[in-house]
């Protein structure tokens, strides 16, 4: 008997570290926009799972209903039909205070137009979440100053969007999506304003930081070539999942740690400095492919 307990309970261990544990379970989801006579079913009864740590990547055309999925897995938009449980959570049923309280603590975002305010520098926009966290002052300059350095921006910390480029202020919008620690960060698009060469290292760099976190990470995207770093590919048309595919080998693992450089600057490195040592922490795209073996329909 003891013994049956034991084993049980060592199977339900392995099985949660290899699987992960299911961090977002979507039933039956529906978003039904009504404009004058017309219906629209912006998101027409999807179910499946995310679970913890994965990589997930929404990809369909222009109109299929991706940002519509992404806003109610967010609890951004409401729910028509279905329900979503986040962490055990069913956001349907969490009162709007509750769920504004969840997504502060729990979700961070990154947008296609960067979304940082204009009037702030680059370290006031980082430090924005941490102060709805209600962190000191001086502990969320710290956070803020520290994960800046890290996307590779210490020398752009006091320059207001406007004086930065688009890859920058991409890296300003991760830099705030990830300072607070959330446990999912949302991408609705996060490439869209760039040129190829500053989405691979948008994507690395998203990558990247989810893996050393140990986050999970839902992407919204229509090019297919970025699907590539996703864990789990979930296809969608006109509201409805058409494909689930599994992928074995997505784009972007990382390599083992390097030494960090002495900080001769005391912080204030170069964009230079800061991009070239980016770049080192992550593989290079090698072309690696979606496993078709591992290809399942949705049920
Ligand atoms: N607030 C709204 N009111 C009415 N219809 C809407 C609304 N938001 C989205 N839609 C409709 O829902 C459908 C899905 O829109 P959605 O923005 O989710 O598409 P998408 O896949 O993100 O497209 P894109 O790649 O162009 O961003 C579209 O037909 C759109 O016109
Ligand atoms: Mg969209």
């Known amino acids: 008997m003891l013994y049956n307990c034991i084993s049980k309970f060592n199977t339900v261990i392995i099985l949660e570290v290899i699987v992960g544990r299911t961090v977002i379970d979507v039933k039956d989801a529906r978003k039904t926009y009504v404009m004058g006579q017309e219906k629209i079913r912006a998101v027409d009864g999807v179910t499946f799972t995310i679970e913890e740590g994965e990589f997930c990547c929404i990809l369909g055309t222009s109109g299929s209903g991706k940002s519509t999925l992404l806003n109610l897995l967010a609890g951004i938009e409401k ?39 204009g009037s702030m520098t680059a370290l006031e926009n980082v430090e924005l979440p941490l102060v709805f966290k209600r962190i000191s002052p001086g502990k969320r300059k710290r956070m803020a100053r520290s994960i800046l350095k890290k996307v590779g921006l210490g020398g752009r910390m006091d320059h207001k969007p406007k004086e930065m480029s688009g890859g920058q202020q991409q890296r300003v919008g991760i830099a705030r999506a990830f300072v607070a620690r959330p446990k ?8 869209g304003n760039l040129d190829s060469k500053t989405t691979i290292e948008v994507m ?6 989810a893996l050393k ?83 399942r329909k949705p049920t």
């Open 184 to 191: 999912i960060v949302f991408a609705d698009e996060p490439t």
């Open 79 to 117: 729910l028509s039909g279905g329900d979503i449980i986040i962490n055990g959570s069913s956001i349907r049923k969490m009162s709007e205070k509750k769920l504004s309280k969840f997504r502060q603590e729990n979700l961070g975002f990154v947008f296609q137009a960067y979304n940082l305010l």
């Open 213 to 295: 976190n140990k986050l999970t990470i839902v992407m919204v995207t229509h090019d297919i070539s970025l699907s590539k770093y996703a864990d789990k590919i979930i296809h969608v048309s006109d509201g409805k999942i058409t494909e689930i595919e599994y992928n074995e080998n997505p784009l972007g693992g990382l390599k083992p740690a390097e030494p960090q450089p002495i900080d001769a600057t005391h912080g204030e490195e170069t964009v230079q400095q800061a991009d070239s040592k980016q770049d080192k922490g992550f593989a290079q795209p090698t072309g690696l492919k979606v496993n078709k073996d591992t290809v």
């Open 204 to 209: 690395q760099l998203i990558k990247g930081m």
